[in-house]
């Protein structure tokens, strides 16, 4: 019963302690900093010139014609004719020394 009463009173010790204690104040412009210190420690890191955000639409604009003109021609060497084609393969064929056999059992037609 005696350590009931000292442990009892222990806490209200440290519960009264505790009340007294007040919020600490902290700088309105901690955040700031921090998220300024973070950035130029990510662009000392980073000094691409990719990640410039002024370099994204002139980078997407230069992609999308690349894929434009990758289209195209993939488009126009569909149109070669058949005589072009043969003729490909024929000199292949001549300069690796592929024979008929080797040729036809490659050809999934």
Request: charged share 25%.
């Amino acid at each position: 019963m005696k350590e009931n009463k000292r442990i009892s009173e222990e806490i209200e010790k440290t519960l009264i302690s505790l009340d007294g204690l007040q919020n600490l104040e902290s700088n309105p412009y901690l955040y700031t900093r921090l998220k300024a210190q973070i950035d130029e420690n990510s662009m000392r890191n980073n000094p691409s010139f990719l990640h410039k955000p002024e370099l994204k639409p002139l980078l997407f604009l230069l992609l999308l014609i690349i894929n434009v003109i990758t289209t195209v021609y993939f488009f126009e060497s569909n149109k070669t004719s058949d005589t072009a084609k043969s003729s490909l393969i024929k000199s292949l064929k001549q300069d690796y020394q592929i024979d008929k056999i080797q040729y036809d059992n490659t050809n999934m037609e």
